[in-house]
């Protein structure tokens, strides 16, 4: 094998790690655009 599964996670765990953040930011931001889009139209 060439990567050994601990590598692997590592580099899983890190690559996860530095996406979340936007992940959680962009749905963050969707739904509060989502959310006065809704206020608006009321």
Do not use: D, H, W
């Not at 590598?7 to 989502?34: D, S």
């Amino acid at each position: 094998m060439l990567f050994s599964k601990k590598a692997y996670l590592n580099c899983f765990f890190g690559t996860l790690a530095l996406l979340t953040p936007q992940i959680v930011f962009n749905a963050a931001r969707l739904f509060r655009e989502k959310g006065f889009e809704r206020t608006s139209l009321k």
